[in-house]
């Protein structure tokens, strides 16, 4: 088995799909109104999923970067706030957290030595 596509719930596709494609850069591939939207991210997609109820709770899409502080600095010129605490697990990943307009958190990692 591969992973094929992480999805969030949302109560407001436009504005969710706004912030994955201006503010952190994603390129929509397929939308089906306000019930459902993919975007690329790279070899897992990255899929919104919309509804009128409360979302549920959900995980974390993490999203690979070349350079933490550079990527974290274009996002946050975007629009993107971060959390203040910067992760790191030492000689292996540092980590940022910023959160989605539906309050999912979605993370940059900078793996040592480009793993």
Do not use: C
Request: negative net charge; glycine residues 12%; hydrophobic residues 40%.
């Amino acid at each position: 088995m591969i992973v094929d596509h992480v999805y969030y719930w949302t109560r407001d596709m436009g504005r969710a799909l706004a912030f994955y494609t201006d503010i952190v850069g994603l390129e929509l591939l397929r939308r089906d109104g306000d019930e459902w939207a993919e975007l690329d991210g790279g070899p897992v997609k990255i899929a919104l999923h919309g509804t009128e109820d409360e979302p549920p709770a959900s995980g974390t899409v993490v999203l690979k970067v070349d350079d933490l502080d550079e990527t974290r600095w274009t996002l946050e010129q975007r629009g993107a706030v971060f959390d203040a605490y910067v992760g790191e697990v030492e000689g292996y990943a540092r980590f940022a957290t910023f959160r989605d307009p539906d309050g999912n958190p979605v993370q940059i990692i900078e793996y040592a030595g480009g793993r």
